[in-house]
């Protein structure tokens, strides 16, 4: 029996607690596959928040028919969720859910695969019913313990506490996973997954000293030779980042993390001189972030990583990684019960 097999694990039905995290506007169908087809759950990103709806849900369906292809093992979609001024949920992040329970409605094969959906950057109330019922596992990412208790209070089955470290879309308030993880876990009876910093046995074993039953990782997941969907520069890029090399800037919905380069000081400046409209900008960005993903432009494109890319020091078979990762954690935690010092991680 796997040792870390927990109530996370059986409600996903997956066999480690490690989650690949959605990572839009970049395509993460490869890593997604190749996560979930090692025993943990891997995530379809969504295809940008500037898509028309329609091309954006198509474009998400075609994703979710993909990784459905690539693996028989369960998977998740994520959907940021965004508003616009007066509050209403913006039409690209409805089209998403919706999306997403059509695609499981519309294939037996992928409605038993396709178990769960995280939302992230705002809370999908209104359509929390529908993702009940659908038969989803709701997964909600949060950076404050507040917004852990809300989420939970609308029922959602698991919170993602993610710390300011993330790679991607941080918080605008900053709060690091070592304090606000335990301060998710003593507040909702949920299932909680730890996300930012997590990068191998240690990480996953600290998490679940924290009160965590998982991780979530971005960062770690672009390092992979399944990954075929990224340039191998953006990954070679992270293998070189060494600490202070991230660097927070202004994004769709509040900061966003990632290495720093031309692109990066060339947005700061756009933002400080104030020459694009906020539409341009967002536009602008989304071009630079795919830019980077695609053609490996790390020096012009925008590149989004967490701080933990300091730690990454190579690129990783995430077929051998992800068993490997939850083997050394278990190991870790049975040497620290015994009282005896742990060794090098994975
Ligand atoms: C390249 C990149 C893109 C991301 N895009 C998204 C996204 O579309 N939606 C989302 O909820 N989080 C996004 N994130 C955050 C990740 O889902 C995850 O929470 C984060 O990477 C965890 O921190 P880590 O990078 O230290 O593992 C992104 C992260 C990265 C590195």
Same mark, same amino acid.
């Given at each position: 029996?796997?040792?870390?097999?927990?109530?996370?694990?059986?409600?996903?039905?997956?066999?480690?607690?490690?989650?690949?995290?959605?990572?839009?506007?970049?395509?993460?169908?490869?890593?997604?596959?190749?996560?979930?087809?090692?025993?943990?759950?891997?995530?379809?990103? *969504?295809? %940008?928040? =500037?898509?028309?709806?329609? &091309?954006?849900?198509?474009? /998400?369906?075609?994703?979710? $028919? +993909?990784?459905?292809?690539?693996?028989?093992?369960?998977?998740?979609?994520?959907?940021?969720?965004?508003?616009?001024?007066?509050?209403?949920?913006?039409?690209?992040?409805?089209?998403?859910?919706?999306?997403?329970?059509?695609?499981?409605?519309?294939?037996?094969?992928?409605?038993?695969?396709?178990?769960?959906?995280?939302?992230?950057?705002?809370?999908?109330?209104?359509?929390?019913?529908?993702?009940?019922?659908?038969?989803?596992?709701?997964?909600?990412?949060?950076?404050?313990?507040?917004?852990?208790?809300?989420?939970?209070?609308?029922?959602?089955?698991?919170?993602?506490?993610?710390?300011?470290? *993330?790679? %991607?879309? =941080?918080?605008?308030?900053? &709060?690091?996973?070592?304090? /606000?993880?335990?301060?998710? $876990? +003593?507040?909702?009876?949920?299932?909680?997954?730890?996300?930012?910093?997590?990068?191998?046995?240690?990480?996953?074993?600290?998490?679940?000293?924290?009160?965590?039953?998982?991780?979530?990782?971005?960062?770690?997941?672009?390092?992979?030779?399944?990954?075929?969907?990224?340039?191998?520069?953006?990954?070679?890029?992270?293998?070189?980042?060494?600490?202070?090399?991230?660097?927070?800037?202004?994004?769709?919905?509040?900061?966003?993390?990632?290495?720093?380069?031309?692109?990066?000081?060339?947005?700061?400046?756009?933002?400080?001189?104030?020459?694009?409209?906020?539409?341009?900008?967002?536009?602008?960005?989304?071009? %630079?972030?795919?830019?980077?993903?695609?053609?490996?432009?790390?020096?012009?494109?925008?590149?989004? $990583?967490?701080?933990?890319?300091?730690?990454?020091?190579?690129?990783?078979?995430?077929?051998?990684?992800?068993?490997?990762?939850?083997?050394?954690?278990?190991?870790?935690?049975?040497?620290?019960?015994?009282?005896?010092?742990?060794?090098?991680?994975?």
């Amino acid at each position: 029996m796997n040792t870390l097999s927990n109530r996370l694990t059986e409600l996903l039905g997956i066999e480690h607690p490690i989650i690949q995290e959605g990572m839009g506007p970049y395509k993460t169908n490869s890593i997604a596959a190749a996560v979930s087809a090692a025993g943990g759950l891997g995530t379809v990103s *969504m295809p %940008g928040m =500037t898509k028309d709806p329609a &091309v954006g849900s198509r474009l /998400l369906r075609e994703s979710i $028919a +993909e990784v459905a292809g690539l693996t028989d093992r369960p998977f998740a979609v994520n959907v940021p969720v965004g508003r616009d001024d007066s509050g209403t949920v913006l039409p690209v992040s409805e089209a998403y859910i919706r999306a997403v329970i059509e695609a499981r409605r519309e294939d037996s094969a992928v409605e038993r695969q396709l178990v769960a959906l995280t939302t992230s950057a705002g809370f999908p109330g209104e359509f929390r019913a529908m993702i009940r019922d659908a038969g989803l596992v709701h997964m909600h990412k949060v950076g404050a313990t507040r917004h852990a208790q809300k989420a939970e209070e609308q029922g959602v089955d698991v919170v993602i506490a993610s710390g300011y470290e *993330m790679g %991607g879309h =941080t918080h605008a308030s900053p &709060v690091h996973t070592f304090v /606000l993880v335990p301060n998710v $876990a +003593e507040t909702v009876s949920v299932p909680v997954v730890l996300s930012g910093g997590a990068r191998d046995g240690r990480t996953l074993a600290a998490a679940l000293a924290l009160g965590a039953s998982g991780v979530a990782m971005g960062t770690r997941f672009i390092a992979t030779h399944e990954n075929t969907d990224w340039h191998p520069a953006y990954a070679q890029r992270i293998v070189d980042a060494r600490e202070g090399d991230d660097v927070v800037f202004p994004a769709v919905y509040g900061p966003a993390r990632g290495l720093r380069n031309a692109g990066v000081e060339r947005l700061l400046e756009i933002v400080r001189t104030n020459e694009m409209t906020s539409d341009e900008l967002i536009r602008w960005k989304d071009e %630079g972030l795919i830019r980077a993903q695609e053609t490996g432009d790390v020096e012009n494109g925008i590149m989004a $990583a967490g701080q933990v890319s300091s730690g990454i020091r190579e690129i990783v078979s995430i077929a051998e990684f992800v068993p490997r990762m939850a083997a050394e954690a278990a190991a870790l935690l049975q040497r620290l019960a015994a009282g005896s010092q742990p060794a090098a991680a994975v």
